[in-house]
C-alpha cells in the first residue's frame, strides 16, 4: 500500500499521458489479435479457394485489412514509445528536483546520517531506476498481461480444451514469479547499497585528489575500490545467476505448451476438426500467449527492482526538514543574544555548550576565540539556526523587536565560512547569489568593500570563470569574492569565520578598516586565530 501511495503522488502530474500509454497498449492488444484472425481467414479463403469451392469473400479485401492493421500497430508502437521515454524523462526530473528540494532544507542535528556520495547515487541511479518502472516497465507489465488475457480468450473461443491444457503451464511461472519477489528485491537491495559505496569512495578520493598524492596513498585508495567493486561485482553476478535460472525454467514451461499446441492442430488436421487456418491461428496465439509471459518474467523483476530504490527514495523524503517560512528582516542595527543554551551532537557524551549565555550586541565587533574543537564553529551554525539547542533559547533583537532565531530569522546574519566556498560558474554568478538583483554598481561596491578590485583587472572581469572549487583563483581572492557575496545579503549581522585564513598582512588591514568604514551599522562576529583581527574588536569571546 505504501507503495502504491507513494507512486500515485509521483506519477499525479502524469497521469492522462500514463492513461494514453495504457490505451495504445489496449489498441495494440486489438491489433495483435485482429492480425490473428485475419490471417486465419486468409488462410482458409485460400485453401478453399485451392480446393475450387466457391468463396464468397476477396482475398485482396483481407489482405488489405491485415496491411492496415500492421500499419496501424506501427503507429500505435511509436506513439507509445515516444510517450513513455518523454514521460520517462519527466518523471525522473520531477523526483530528482523533489529530493534536492527536500535536501537543501534538511533540519540538521549536527550527526551525519548519509554520505553525500550516497545521496547523489540515490539521486542519479535510484531515481532513473523508478522513472522507468514507472514510465516504461509498468505500462508494458500491463500491457503484455491484457495481450495475454486477449491471446488466450480467442484461443478459448477457438478450441476450448486447448485453452485449458495451454494455461495449465501458467501455475507454475506465477510460482516462480513469487518466489523472484522476496529473493530478488533483497539482491537488488544490496547491489544499491555496494553501487553507492563505490561512488562514495570515487567522489571522496577525487575530492580529495591532492591529500591522496601528498600521502602517496593512491595505490591503497585504488585497492580499496577494487574490493569495493568486487563486492558490487558479486552481488550482481548472484542476482544474474538466480534470474537466468528462474527464467530458464519459465521458458521451459511455455516451450512445453508450444509443442502441445502444435501437436494438437496436427492431430486435428489429421482428423478434419481443425483447418489449416485454425493451424495458423494456434501456432500464433501460442506465441502471443508466450511472449507476453516471458516479457513479464523480466518486466516484474524490474518493477521489484524498483521497490529497493523507492524505500531509499522515501527514506530521504523521511528525513526531518525545516519549516517553510517567508524571511524576517529585522529593520535598524541588529544584536544576537544566547539565553542558557546547551548542544550536544548526536551519539556525543559531551556538551559543546551547556547553560551558554552571551550577547553580542548591535554594533559590536566582537572576536571568538579558541582551542581547535571548542566549539566556535558550532556556535556559529547555532546562530544561523542550522542546528538547534536541546535547551535554552538564541534571540535576534533590535531596539523594538525580538525574535527567536529560526530559519526565518537567517536573512539577518550575513555568512562567510572558513575556506573555498565559490561554486562553477562566473564571479558574476557567484556573487549574485548574495543578491539575485544587485546591480552593476552594488556588485562593484561589495567588491571594493571585500578589498576585491582585483576582479577587475581579471581578463573578463565580472565574467571571469570560476570553475570547480574556485580553481583558477589564489585561495585568497577566492575568500574575498565570497566575503564580496556575502555582502550583498541585506543582513546587519556578518558571522565571519577565519575569513581572513589566505590573506597577507596588508590585505587583511585593508578590509577590517574597509568593513569597519563602510559598514558601521552592523555587528560583527569573528572567529579567528589572527591578532589583527583581535585589535579591530571591541569585545574578546574566549571559549574553553
Given amino acids: 500500500m505504501k507503495y502504491l501511495k507513494w507512486f500515485l503522488n509521483a506519477v499525479r502530474p502524469y497521469r492522462f499521458r500514463l492513461a494514453v500509454t495504457m490505451f495504445c497498449h489496449i489498441m495494440i492488444a486489438g491489433c495483435a489479435i485482429g492480425f490473428v484472425y485475419v490471417s486465419k481467414k486468409l488462410v482458409d479463403l485460400a485453401v478453399d479457394a485451392f480446393a475450387g469451392k466457391e468463396i464468397g469473400e476477396s482475398i485482396l479485401i483481407w489482405a488489405a485489412v491485415m496491411i492496415g492493421i500492421s500499419l496501424f500497430r506501427i503507429l500505435l508502437n511509436a506513439v507509445r514509445s515516444y510517450l513513455q521515454t518523454t514521460t520517462e524523462i519527466k518523471i525522473k526530473n520531477r523526483l530528482r528536483k523533489r529530493l534536492f528540494n527536500i535536501l537543501l532544507h534538511l533540519q540538521s542535528d549536527g550527526g551525519k546520517r548519509h554520505h553525500s556520495g550516497d545521496i547523489l547515487n540515490r539521486m542519479q541511479e535510484d531515481v532513473r531506476v523508478v522513472a522507468s518502472s514507472f514510465a516504461v516497465s509498468l505500462p508494458n507489465l500491463l500491457g503484455t498481461a491484457l495481450q495475454f488475457v486477449a491471446a488466450f480468450l480467442f484461443l478459448l473461443i477457438l478450441d476450448p480444451r486447448l485453452a485449458v491444457v495451454i494455461i495449465v503451464v501458467v501455475p507454475a511461472g506465477m510460482l516462480l514469479g513469487k518466489y523472484i519477489t522476496s529473493r530478488v528485491r533483497n539482491l537488488t537491495l544490496d547491489i544499491r547499497k555496494s553501487d553507492s559505496r563505490v561512488q562514495s569512495h570515487l567522489q571522496e ?7 591522496l598524492q601528498s600521502l602517496e596513498y593512491t595505490d591503497a585508495s585504488s585497492a580499496t575500490l577494487d574490493d569495493l567493486q568486487g563486492n558490487l561485482y558479486g552481488n550482481e553476478i548472484r542476482r544474474t545467476k538466480f534470474s537466468v535460472v528462474s527464467r530458464g525454467f519459465m521458458s521451459l514451461a511455455l516451450q512445453a505448451g508450444h509443442v502441445i499446441a502444435f501437436i494438437w492442430g496436427v492431430t486435428g488436421i489429421s482428423k478434419g ?3 489449416y487456418g485454425m493451424m495458423t491461428a494456434f501456432l500464433q496465439l501460442i506465441g502471443q500467449i508466450q511472449r507476453p509471459l516471458v516479457e513479464m518474467s523480466s518486466q516484474l523483476p524490474a518493477l521489484i527492482h524498483s521497490t529497493a530504490s523507492i524505500d531509499r527514495l522515501m527514506e530521504l523524503e523521511a528525513l ?10 529585522i529593520d535598524g542595527v541588529v544584536g544576537v ?23 553580542f550586541k548591535p554594533g559590536s565587533r566582537t572576536a571568538i576565540v579558541g582551542p581547535t574543537g571548542v566549539g566556535k564553529s558550532t556556535l556559529i551554525r547555532l546562530l544561523l539556526s542550522l542546528l538547534k539547542p536541546q535547551s535554552g533559547r538564541i534571540e535576534v533583537y533590535s531596539s523594538e523587536i525580538i525574535k527567536e532565531v529560526s530559519p526565518a530569522t537567517r536573512a539577518n546574519l550575513v555568512y562567510v565560512p572558513q575556506g573555498n566556498t565559490l561554486f562553477s560558474g562566473t564571479v558574476r554568478d557567484n556573487l549574485l547569489m548574495g543578491n539575485p538583483d544587485a546591480t552593476e554598481s552594488q556588485l562593484l561596491e561589495a567588491l571594493h568593500t571585500a578589498a576585491a578590485d582585483f576582479v577587475m583587472d581579471l581578463p ?7 570553475f570547480e572549487a574556485g580553481a583558477g583563483l589564489s585561495e585568497g581572492q577566492a575568500q574575498r569574492i565570497a566575503i564580496a557575496r556575502a555582502l550583498l545579503r541585506p543582513g546587519s549581522i556578518l558571522l565571519l569565520d577565519e575569513f581572513s585564513s589566505a590573506l597577507d598582512a596588508g590585505t587583511e588591514t585593508l578590509l577590517m578598516e574597509r568593513l569597519i568604514s563602510r559598514l558601521p551599522d552592523h555587528t560583527m562576529i569573528f572567529i579567528t586565530h589572527r591578532e589583527k583581527i583581535i585589535d579591530y574588536c571591541d569585545s574578546i569571546l574566549r571559549l574553553d
Fill in 320 to 329: 526531518p526538514r525545516e519549516p517553510m517560512t517567508d524571511p524576517v528582516l
Fill in 337 to 359: 543574544r544566547l539565553r542558557d543554551v546547551s548542544f550536544a551532537y548526536p551519539d556525543s557524551r559531551d556538551k559543546v555548550l551547556d547553560g551558554f549565555s552571551y550577547d
Fill in 273 to 275: 476438426i481443425v483447418t
Fill in 205 to 211: 578520493s577525487l575530492q580529495h585528489l591532492s591529500v
Fill in 460 to 466: 573578463s572581469g565580472l565574467d571571469t570563470q570560476c
